[in-house]
């Protein structure tokens, strides 16, 4: 059973950083693009950022670029990082692993979720 588990949220102040894993397992995902998606309660899920399966190609939101930065490991469980700086209240939300991303739209893997709250 393929399975995608997030960890990392939590509550942090503007101008801050956190970092997010998601730990896939169940399958190989050695050629997935893998995604990061947020939703809010104001906003439908929305793309955050995408990594390829060689980790050497990456794709950002616009209003991500520049603070966030998506990366991978696959020795041993694939895991995918997202490594978030200079927080703002904006990016607060359910962030959520997904693969294979296609052009930034989801596939049919989703993790359960990590909640994000930036206050101000």
């Known amino acids: 059973q393929v399975s995608l588990v997030e960890s990392g949220g939590g509550l942090v102040q503007a101008g801050g950083s956190l970092r997010l894993s998601c730990v896939g397992s169940g399958r190989t995902f050695s050629n997935y693009y893998f995604g990061w998606f947020r939703q809010n309660s104001t906003k439908e899920r929305e793309f955050v950022a995408a990594?390829?399966?060689?980790?050497?190609?990456?794709?950002y939101a616009d209003s991500v670029k520049g603070r966030f930065t998506i990366s991978r490991i696959d020795a041993g469980p694939t895991t995918v990082l997202l490594q978030m700086n200079n927080l703002s209240p904006d990016d607060t939300g359910v962030y959520y692993c997904n693969a294979p991303v296609i052009s930034r739209r989801p596939g049919k893997y989703w993790g359960k979720g990590t909640q994000v709250t930036v206050s101000s």
């Open positions: 990594i390829d399966w060689t980790g050497d190609s990456t794709d």
